[in-house]
């Protein structure tokens, strides 16, 4: 008998799309149900704010689902770009993400939230295939993050799963799931 062994990348992209796919059925239930503007409960701030990235980013929690949604929209979008970057270029240069520029989350207010979701479909799936197509060997390629300095195509794949289920447990919270 065989024992098949996944590749890191196999198993980055499991993950990744379970999240996303549970951020899809929160941010569906989220419009559905007519919840996209739900403010986050003192407990479920509390709970949030020391696990995950959001220690680092609290801000994020300030967040409605529907802000939660074009954040992960925009986000699929940088690190799409970002995986491309790393595997067409030599060492590039990648700029920030300021995921709290106040003018960019206005933004996400301003898109209705059926489009909003489809649009989060859209970058996320891109985003899944940026990732499941990559070779285990080019894991190892570098770029530099303008603030955070040298970075690898793995240290992205291995953020990505736990930035998605972050956000999906701060959707679940918002939604009181």
């Given amino acids: 008998m065989t024992t098949v062994v996944p590749s890191r990348v196999t198993g980055a992209a499991d993950t990744l799309a379970r999240q996303q796919a549970r951020v899809d059925l929160l941010v569906a239930r989220a419009v559905s149900s007519g919840r996209m503007d739900a403010p986050l409960s003192a407990p479920s701030r509390a709970?949030?704010?020391?696990?995950?990235?959001?220690p680092s980013y609290g801000t994020e929690l300030d967040w409605t689902p529907r802000e939660v949604a074009g954040h992960l929209r925009d986000s699929a979008l940088v690190f799409t770009e970002r995986i491309y970057r790393l595997r067409t270029e030599v060492d590039p240069l990648l700029p920030d993400f300021l995921t709290d520029d106040p003018a960019r989350v206005a933004g996400y207010r301003a898109v209705p939230p059926g489009q909003l979701a489809e649009q989060l479909r859209t970058a996320q799936a891109a985003l899944f295939d940026s990732v499941a197509c990559l070779d285990?060997?080019?894991?190892e390629r570098t770029g530099r993050h303008e603030v955070d300095g040298r970075i690898t195509l793995a240290d992205i794949v291995t953020f990505l799963p736990a930035h998605q289920r972050d956000h999906a447990d701060q959707l679940a919270a918002l939604l009181g799931t």
């Fill in 136 to 139: 285990p060997a080019e894991l």
């Fill in 47 to 54: 709970r949030l704010s020391g696990v995950g990235h959001f």
